[in-house]
């Protein structure tokens, strides 16, 4: 029978969980190479994005443009976006948020939005929609 030292083990197991935190580690780093508005506005984007995959079982977003309708709107470490839409599906929804952040604008500290109805088809290329 083989058997695996303790040690051997506990590195087999805790490698998929350090591939995670090297992978986070990096994608902390790179936004920091950002500017603090457009830092902000990604983290807040993939935080609505997350949100919206978890808590609506149907949608796996997979884009989201802040200024697809209005341009997001920055007062100290709170980023509003009233106007803007998150792809899912192969189709656009409108999509409204307040995120405000932490820690230079790489952590969310409070999120709240509101998804509204399909953005119809012919309205795309005036608002930055990709199919």
């Known amino acids: 029978m083989f058997?695996?030292?303790?040690s051997a083990l506990v590195a087999l197991l805790c490698a998929p969980l350090a591939a995670t935190i090297a992978a986070a580690a990096s994608q902390h780093a790179e936004l920091l190479l950002l500017a603090p508005a457009a830092r902000m506005e990604q983290r807040c984007n993939?935080?609505?994005m997350g949100?919206?995959?978890?808590e609506?079982?149907?949608m796996?977003?997979?884009?989201?443009v802040a200024y697809?309708?209005?341009d997001p709107r920055t007062n100290g470490s709170t980023l509003t976006a009233p106007g803007a839409a998150v792809r899912s599906g192969g189709k656009w929804y409108h999509l409204s948020y307040v995120c405000e952040t932490a820690g230079e604008g790489t952590e969310v500290a409070r999120f709240t939005y509101s998804l509204g109805t399909v953005v119809p088809k012919a309205?795309?290329?005036g608002h930055y929609l990709v199919p």
Do not use: V
């Not at 058997?3 to 303790?6: E, F, I, T, V, Y």
């Open 46 to 48: 993939a935080k609505a």
């Open 56 to 58: 609506h079982r149907d």
């Open 68 to 70: 697809a309708f209005s």
């Open 51 to 54: 949100t919206i995959d978890r």
């Open 60 to 64: 796996h977003p997979d884009e989201l």
């Open 3 to 6: 058997r695996l030292a303790p």
């Open 123 to 125: 309205e795309w290329d």
